[in-house]
């Protein structure tokens, strides 16, 4: 561009030019960057689309009993983060209606001052009377006293039209928020039904849940049936992991002055709090042993995103229940296991400290606990030693 502006002879020529093009590059720009990172958003999910279709069809070999549990806790999931949606939208409907019956109130009181001292002003003109203004006008001993008078009185009127006319404005508004508060109660009400329906979902799926577990429980018929079945399920993981890093590969990280992850060895604040039930490296189960941590918590506890980064996979998996796994560029990643429920879908960005999930005993666990993994070029490495003590 800048080669073919210097063949110009005219300055003023080439500084019109100049600003047109900088004048239509801004819009182009910005629209071309969100078509690239629209584009980038849905390769990632097409690309997570089909491993999960891959996943699919492997677990079709599960038996139904897996089956079943992973369609229980998906929709376990599903309501809760439905419910979680429906209370913030209760809050702000809440507030919405506090804030208007607060102006309601506000434009009551002012509707009732201005009445009032409206009422005053057409008394006194009322005192007055037209036969004092003839008197006035009559009256030419004084020219200069007429003068002011009439002043007086023309003030008076427009006072007085002005006070009409901002009365009536002031009625309109009230109207209008007493509109807006049918609207807003009729919602909140709404709302409520909504949430109370919900709750009977969550009630059933819950019970849902517990009979499957029973059953679990009953066919799981020794250690060495359970043994395959975690050897399997990190295997699953670690095909799963190296998967996500593929497809991540030439995704391009968020633009920002964010620090690299590697740098924030011993900085991390925990995903969740609670006391470490099992610890990175100790014994699990026969020759097993954890690949991450097993964090205590409550159901429904938030767990957060350790780090900036983009969700990667956002579903459940067998043994590890609803999990979900944050991108962090360079080859780290963070996963999140064993969770009530995901607040996250697949592309989009966190902030660290951000809630991403909630605390839950998914995958078939009975304890409520947070499964809490980092992996670099998918190789697990001891949380400990990267978040704070």
Request: proline letters at 2%; one cysteine or more; aromatic letters at 6%.
């Amino acid at each position: 561009m800048s080669r073919r502006l210097r063949g110009f002879v005219r300055p003023g020529a080439v500084l019109a030019a100049l600003l047109t093009l900088l004048a239509l590059s801004f819009p182009v720009a910005a629209e071309t960057e969100r078509e690239l990172k629209e584009q980038e958003l849905n390769r990632l999910r097409e690309r997570i689309g089909q491993l999960k279709t891959e996943l699919e069809r492997d677990r079709g070999r599960y038996d139904g009993l897996r089956t079943e549990l992973r369609q229980v806790e998906r929709r376990l999931g599903t309501s809760i983060r439905k419910l979680r949606e429906l209370e913030a939208a209760l809050v702000t409907s809440a507030e919405r209606l506090s804030e208007l019956e607060v102006e309601q109130a506000g434009l009551q009181q002012s509707v009732g001052t201005q009445r009032e001292r409206l009422g005053a002003q057409v008394r006194a003109a009322y005192a007055a009377g037209r036969q004092e203004y003839l008197k006035i006008l009559l009256n030419q001993e004084d020219p200069a006293a007429v003068g002011r008078m009439l002043t007086y009185y023309d003030y008076l009127n427009r006072a007085r039209s002005e006070r009409i006319e901002a009365l009536l404005e002031t009625l309109a508004r009230l109207a209008s928020v007493q509109k807006a508060i049918t609207a807003e109660t009729r919602q909140l009400t709404d709302l409520k039904d909504r949430e109370a329906r919900e709750q009977r979902t969550l009630q059933a799926t819950r019970a849902d849940r517990q009979k499957l577990m029973e059953r679990l429980k009953r066919e799981i018929a020794g250690k060495d049936k359970e043994l395959g079945r975690m050897v399997a399920n990190e295997r699953e993981l670690e095909a799963l992991v190296q998967a996500l890093a593929e497809a991540l590969a030439d995704i391009p990280a968020e633009a920002g002055n964010f620090q690299p992850f590697g740098e924030l060895q011993g900085r991390l604040a925990w995903p969740a709090e609670g006391r470490l039930l099992a610890g990175y490296g100790s014994p699990r189960s026969g020759s097993l042993s954890w690949r991450g941590v097993l964090i205590e918590g409550k159901e429904g506890q938030e767990v957060r995103a350790v780090s900036h980064g983009r969700v990667a996979f956002a579903d459940w998996l067998r043994g590890y229940g609803l999990l979900l796994i944050i991108d962090h560029d360079d080859g780290y990643m963070s996963l999140y296991g064993h969770n009530q429920a995901l607040y996250k879908e697949v592309g989009d960005w966190v902030a660290a400290g951000e809630t991403v999930a909630a605390v839950g005993a998914s995958g078939g666990n009975d304890q409520a606990a947070l499964y809490f993994e980092i992996r670099k070029d998918g190789q697990p490495t001891d949380p400990v030693r990267w978040c704070k003590r």
